[in-house]
C-alpha cells in the first residue's frame, strides 16, 4: 500500500490565494519531499525536509513537518495560473534507495 | 544537460510481445527507479537498483524484469505484456545525500498501452 496519502486530492483557488496540501504517512522516515508534476509530465523535486526538521522555506513554498503525527503540509503562497500542477509527497526510509509517492493533490489555479 | 531519457515515449503494442523500455541517466547517479503512475494510485515503485548489479523488487514488481549491467543505464523490460499493465512509466535516478536523502530526476515518462 501506499505510504504516503494526500490531502484533498483535488484543490481549486483563485490566483493570488495560498494553497495548502497535507501529506500522512505510516512508517518512520528519514526524510520527506515534495515533487511537482505537470500533466502526463515526469515528477520535478520541489524542496526536502529532514525528519529532524520542522519547517523549510524555499521562496513560495514553505514545507512543515510532524513526525509525532506521521504528516506534512506544502503552502504555496500567492498562488499562480502556472502552479497549476499535481503535487506529491515522498518519503525515504532508512533504505534509501526506495522512494514511496503518495497519491497526489491536483491543484488548480484559476487566473 | 543532466537528464534521464526513457525510450519509448509512447507505445502500443498487443499482449504478449515482449517489450523493452530504456532507461539512461548521464548524471553518475548509484540509484535508478522505475515507477508506474495510474489514475487514482498515484506512483507505485516496481523495480529499483542501488548500484551495478543489485536490483531489488519495488511494490508493483510482477511481470516487469530489470537489469542494471551499466550504472548509467536500466531497462525495464516486460516479458508478456498484458492489458493490465497499460500505464504511465517513469525511470528515475538519484544519488544519496550525506543525509541519506534520495532526490530524484525523472525522466520525461512512457505511455504504454497494451491491447
Known amino acids: 500500500s501506499q505510504q504516503g496519502e494526500e490531502d484533498p486530492q483535488a484543490l481549486s483557488i483563485q490566483e493570488g490565494e495560498n494553497a495548502t496540501m497535507n501529506c500522512s504517512y505510516k512508517t518512520s522516515i528519514n526524510n520527506l519531499q515534495w515533487y511537482r508534476q505537470n500533466s502526463g509530465r515526469g515528477l520535478v523535486h520541489l524542496i526536502l525536509i529532514r525528519s529532524n526538521e520542522r519547517e523549510k522555506h524555499s521562496g513560495r513554498l514553505r514545507v512543515t513537518l510532524d513526525t509525532s503525527k506521521k504528516s506534512s503540509s506544502l503552502l504555496i503562497t500567492a498562488s499562480r495560473a502556472a502552479d497549476t500542477a499535481s503535487y506529491f509527497c515522498?518519503?525515504?526510509?532508512?533504505?534509501?534507495?526506495?522512494?514511496?509517492f503518495g497519491d497526489g493533490t491536483t491543484l488548480t489555479v484559476k487566473p | 544537460e543532466a537528464q534521464v531519457t526513457q525510450n519509448p515515449r509512447y507505445l502500443i503494442t498487443v499482449t504478449g510481445k515482449k517489450l523493452t523500455v530504456t532507461c539512461s541517466q548521464n548524471?553518475?547517479?548509484?540509484?535508478m527507479s522505475w515507477y508506474r503512475q495510474d489514475p487514482g494510485l498515484g506512483l507505485r515503485q516496481i523495480y529499483y537498483s542501488m548500484n551495478v548489479e543489485v536490483t531489488d523488487k519495488g511494490d508493483v514488481p510482477e511481470g516487469y524484469k530489470v537489469s542494471r549491467k551499466e550504472k548509467r543505464n536500466f531497462p525495464l523490460i516486460l516479458e508478456s505484456p498484458s492489458p493490465n499493465q497499460t500505464s504511465l512509466y517513469f525511470c528515475?535516478?538519484?544519488?544519496?545525500?550525506?543525509?541519506?536523502?534520495?532526490?530524484?530526476?525523472f525522466g520525461a515518462g512512457s505511455r504504454l498501452t497494451v491491447l
Open positions: 515522498a518519503t525515504d526510509a532508512l533504505n534509501a534507495g526506495k522512494s514511496t
Open positions: 528515475a535516478s538519484s544519488s544519496p545525500t550525506p543525509s541519506g536523502a534520495n532526490v530524484l530526476t
Open positions: 548524471m553518475n547517479h548509484e540509484y
